[in-house]
């Protein structure tokens, strides 16, 4: 299968985690949900400006590892979150049933590795410069999370043979425990495999090949464009936002499930600068839903469980 330039509409599942006891919600082991989130983050307020900010952000985002409630929102707006939490994780002595992070949106750069490639192939197979959506369907509209354009980067196909060797120095160590440990950590399990029957991506066949991409980041972007997440200031009393809804004829806004392309057939292959366009529409629906363009959100802090 040929590498393809493409505009991809990614759906994953748009529920919101609950805590747990009240105070924490302990690594999920369950089907993916979003957490809206408090991280220091660089952010812009409109894709030209020139210089990025830094501050207290809310977002939206996936983060299966622990964390801690900041506070639960007291009467919550239609689609907003009912929690804030603060992102961290411990180093867990079994992977066993833990689910991984995909996309990961901290650090320096975004990654994309596992979801859905098993059941779509093209996802494999993505040229520099293509840009997926990851969203979620609410109410027959197509709401947003994530924005991740392929960087320079080359990406990085790896098995469970190989793993080890291919991304050894490539990533982080936080990268590393949060989302290639859990989808290597244990043999594979039909149940936890990353298909749409089974809605959940932790663990992964030896013979299977998963394609690791770098997002382009907003110092070093590809043809004018970054990964970005849609964000707004954090305040004690806020009670956050609804993921903003993106409305262009490359999206299907009934779609629930799976991907969409544009760009894969012969007869509406897209330019560079078509994808370009297309960056430039999303990014200004975010701005015009209130909310800034978040380009690094500060780790999460890594502990180490007691003995």
Request: charged letters at 25%; one cysteine or more; aromatic letters at 12%.
């Amino acid at each position: 299968m040929d590498d393809k330039l493409l505009f991809v509409q990614f759906l994953h599942p748009g529920g919101e985690h609950k805590p747990d006891n009240g105070l924490i919600k302990e690594w999920n082991k369950k089907g993916h949900k979003r957490k809206f989130m408090k991280r220091a983050v660089r952010y812009l307020t409109d894709a030209k400006d020139k210089k990025a900010n830094m501050g207290d952000m809310v977002f939206w985002g996936e983060w299966e590892p622990e964390s801690s409630v900041v506070r639960e929102i007291d009467g919550p707006n239609d689609h907003g979150p009912r929690f804030i939490y603060e992102p961290y994780y411990v180093v867990p002595k079994s992977y066993n049933g833990l689910q991984n992070t995909d996309p990961f949106v901290f650090g320096d750069q975004f990654h994309y590795t596992v979801c859905l490639q098993r059941d779509f192939p093209q996802l494999r197979h993505l040229s520099k410069g293509s840009v997926i959506l990851f969203g979620s369907c609410k109410d027959h509209a197509f709401v947003l999370d994530t924005v991740f354009v392929v960087g320079d980067h080359p990406p990085m196909d790896h098995t469970r043979a190989n793993y080890g060797t291919v991304l050894d120095g490539a990533i982080s160590q936080e990268y590393k425990e949060v989302t290639i440990s859990p989808l290597y950590g244990e043999p594979i399990a039909e149940s936890k495999s990353c298909s749409r029957e089974n809605k959940s991506c932790t663990s992964a066949d030896a013979r299977e090949t998963w394609r690791l991409y770098f997002g382009a980041s907003y110092d070093k972007p590809v043809q004018d464009m970054y990964s970005f997440f849609p964000c707004q200031p954090y305040e004690v009393k806020s009670k956050g936002f609804a993921r903003p809804k993106i409305d262009l004829p490359q999206i299907n806004p009934k779609k629930c499930s799976g991907v969409k392309y544009t760009g894969a057939k012969y007869q509406d292959r897209l330019s560079p600068d078509e994808i370009k366009s297309l960056w430039d529409k999303v990014a200004g629906k975010v701005k015009n839903n209130g909310l800034a363009l978040g380009v690094y959100a500060e780790m999460p802090e890594r502990c180490i469980a007691n003995k």
